[in-house]
């Protein structure tokens, strides 16, 4: 890594093209710091022996700690401060195009949130999100909640830390829940930005410029709609017939039919890779090394296909990113919401449409020609059998009616979390009953 030594009595002599430059080349430090840790995360959930989780939790510590320092260097502070005083003697945009101008205020902007959390905080949060992977992943074997639980505890502790002291300014004070006679009582006005809870804390993050409030009215409105229209379908007691679907399927030529079905969508595998996890992920290093996986089913075809389609959403996306700009701050992912919506767009608005198996459905009859029922089947059949509403405890294998149902369920429950009104203790008689009213399921 290039490390620049100036100081901020170095840097009046500087032009603004080198100030820039300067920036630039230690935000490619950073992404691939960054990219780091994504193939060390990759390995965790693909390849590491569950022998190495302790160490790999060390690992992570100690990497974004590294991280840490280079996000928080006061090199950069000051090349960020030179650069704002320069808005008042120069015309930026004269010398910076506006990409440029955008990499500066999105890496200056990161810069201000990092600087306000203790690089102790970040580190602890790191080691425990690893060892949480260890652990969900024998919770979930074992049907076991309570082995999870710690880490999850742990968790929240150290989010709401570090949302604590991005939303208070750099100052370890409980943050307050946004209401108004809370407002009212602390004498702060409706336009005091820094009054903001901890779920909106997040948000900040993840989805920048999109408040809570906004979000809670589409769920609400998605609630009043979707909730009597499962109970209506569920009354008409009428299903499609998906038991085609459910044949045994061998899974290495799922396996292959998944891989062949990537590559026609756009993945580039040349610069990306697919393999299985217990939970499909998209992830990796760079546009350039894409690690996505997905699941199998023997005898349900249908998981391995939609989470194929579903990460190759996720990571064309990815592969597609600004290239002019590549390891910079303008070229990452806009928000989680938009690399959502890449996601389902591939898995749910083409992959479950009858245009996508008129195509798709002749491959699959080719990888299995002695299923019988497969053979058989049209078009139609399968399609109508694919789009079956039918709830299901597993959001990923979901239809299309009860699948905004998990995510309004897992927000409740996570705002409740983060915002401190439930515990950690309280969540499996939350989830089952918020189960039971929304999709009927117990």
């Known amino acids: 890594m290039t490390v620049s030594a100036a100081s901020p009595a170095d840097l009046s002599s500087e032009s603004v093209r080198s100030l820039y430059d300067q920036v630039m080349s230690r935000c490619k430090d950073i992404n691939h710091i960054n990219g780091i840790g994504g193939i060390l995360h990759w390995d965790q959930e693909v390849m590491m022996p569950s022998k190495a989780a302790p160490v790999r939790a060390e690992q992570m510590s100690v990497l974004v700690g590294l991280l840490h320092d280079l996000q928080t260097s006061p090199v950069l502070g000051a090349l960020f401060d030179e650069l704002e005083y320069r808005k008042t003697t120069e015309d930026l945009s004269a010398v910076l195009n506006p990409y440029e101008l955008a990499n500066i205020r999105l890496a200056r902007k990161t810069y201000k949130e990092e ?69 009212v009582s602390l004498g702060l006005a409706e336009s005091d930005e820094c009054y ?73 595998t040349d610069a990306g890779r697919l393999d299985v996890s217990t939970h499909p992920f998209s992830g990796g290093a760079h546009p350039t090394d894409i690690r996505m996986t997905t699941r199998y089913t023997i005898d349900n075809i249908k998981n391995g296909i939609t989470g194929t389609v579903h990460e190759t959403g996720h990571s064309v996306y990815e592969q597609g990113r600004n290239k002019a700009n590549i390891d910079l701050p303008v070229s990452m992912a806009l928000s989680l919401g938009i690399h959502e919506s890449q996601s389902l767009l591939w898995e749910r608005m083409v992959g479950l449409t009858k245009p996508f198996w008129t195509y798709a459905l002749p491959l699959l009859k080719e990888k299995f020609p002695e299923n019988e029922g497969l053979q058989a089947i049209t078009v139609d059949q399968f399609y109508n059998g694919l789009n079956r509403v039918e709830p299901s405890f597993i959001r990923i294998e979901s239809d299309e009616v009860s699948y905004p149902m998990h995510v309004i369920l897992r927000y409740e429950i996570e705002k409740a979390l983060i915002e401190g009104d439930i515990q950690v203790a309280d969540v499996p008689a939350l989830w089952n009953a918020k189960m039971k009213e929304y999709l009927g399921l117990d």
């Not at 992943?137 to 999850?152: I, V």
């Not at 769920?219 to 009043?224: E, G, P, S, T």
Request: contains cysteine.
């Open 196 to 268: 903001e809870g901890y779920y909106q804390g997040l948000m900040n993050i993840y989805e920048t410029g999109f408040k809570e409030d906004r979000l809670q009215a589409l769920f609400v409105d998605l609630k009043k709609h979707l909730i009597p229209l499962t109970t209506k379908i569920k009354a008409k007691n009428y299903q499609h017939d998906n038991s085609v679907l459910l044949a045994d399927y061998d899974i290495k030529r799922q396996t292959e039919f998944s891989h062949a079905l990537s590559k026609q969508i756009g993945f580039d």
């Open 115 to 183: 600087t306000l959390v203790p690089v102790e905080i970040a580190k602890a949060s790191a080691a425990n999100n690893s060892k949480s992977v260890a652990a969900w992943t024998a919770a979930r074997k074992e049907s076991d909640f309570a082995k999870f639980a710690p880490f999850l505890e742990e968790q929240i502790k150290l989010t709401r830390q570090s949302i604590g002291y991005k939303i208070r300014g750099g100052t370890n004070e409980e943050a307050c829940r946004i209401n108004e006679k809370a407002r």
